[in-house]
């Protein structure tokens, strides 16, 4: 008979909490209800040709009434947390001015119908759609204030039940994919300069909501920032090539990340941008680096890093062609971002808590009857969440993983034709499938290890 090793413990610590994410725009539609302004993303849905198959989020999966329903998945599930975000226009229809009631009244039953479930709340509050009146949107320094006006408020509404709140996602997303390549609302192709200044306006908009945040909530509210730095990972476990993918994260990430944890532009960045530098005005840097209770990390694809002889110390190497991806061409398959976004921020920037704000895949489902077999997607999470285990059991101060995403959804630019959940939408008759994921995801919950 064979030698029996010892079994490979493959268990959480005791208290990491398993999640889901949403965001308003992509699961509630009801965007003509109870008062709501019409966002950026309404508008830019609505331009023929921006959006795969011409899909909008008006109904999208109709979670503005169905919440009932979908914080029955999530206790189905077994989660210990749900994190949403909050859509800006229900709160401030026309940006600013006088709160609607109505918006607000959204919110507090989905938190309290969480709170009954046993499911604690994290709220973003900004995942991308603000108001549409908002003159010039991010190109304008008083959007950063108008969402800090936003934020402050809303934590004064919530923070009661909610402890732990997000200011925005993923700052590169809401900068340059929608100011630079023109992809997401407002669908903009700026010069360096107007992207930088963009850039500018979302960190600045960032550290003025944690500070309007703290003002207005309840003692106790935790603070952080939702961001997808670029996840650097090292080609190997060695002290020059992790150096190199720790100088990568810090430089390549100088805009957005860098910014928010160290309160100043580092040289490399300002020097490469020149002319086109963001203006800054006296004081910009100390609010955009306000202290965070925690910082919240969305992990996706990884880019492999390796040591260099060059000026920069490191070089990124091209994924390989044989790489495996998901369904969306941008997800390229990479566990080991998952462990070394964690030890890099850790390591670098000493986060008194992190969270993994996102994580999870596309991937080409059909539904079967009443069954959707995402064996894929289960390789894809159990690999990620292996890694983000030996973060955690490492000692690097993981508290949390929020699998992206519950449910399908308008998955934007790619509208409906990119499937993200572990429960399948039949958008159709808005019936949701536990796919496989789900099942597989329910039993990690439950024994708090990989299965
Ligand atoms: C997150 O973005 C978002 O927070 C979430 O709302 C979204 O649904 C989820 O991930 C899945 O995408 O069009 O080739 O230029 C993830 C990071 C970065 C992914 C930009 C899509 C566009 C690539 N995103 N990327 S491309």
Known sequence: TLAQ??????????????????????????????GRGRSNWDVFAHTPGKIANGDTGDVACDSYHRYPQDIALLRDLGVGAYRFSIAWPRIFPDGRGKPNAKGVAYYDRLVDALLAAGITPHATMFHWDYPAALPGGWQNRDTAYALADYAGYMAGELSDRVKHIMTVNELRCFTDLSHKEGLHAPGLKLPPAGVNQVRHHGVLAHGLAVQAIRAQAKPGTQVGIADNMIAFTPVMETPEHIAAAQKATRIENAMFLTAVMEGRYLD????????AAPKVKDGDMAIIASPLDFVSLNVYTPEWVRADDGPKGYKVVPHVASSPRMASPWLVVGPEAAYWTVRNVSEMWKPKALYISENGASADDTLAGDRVDDADRVMYLRGYLSQFRRAAVEGYPLKGYFLWSLMDNFEWADGYSKRFGIHYVDFASQRRVPKLSARWYREVIRRNRIV
């Open 268 to 275: 490399e960045y300002l020097a490469q941008e020149g002319a």
């Open 5 to 34: 090793a010892a079994p490979l413990d493959l268990s959480f610590p005791k208290d990491f909490v398993f999640g889901c994410a949403t965001a308003a725009y992509q699961i509630e539609g009801a965007v003509a209800e109870d």
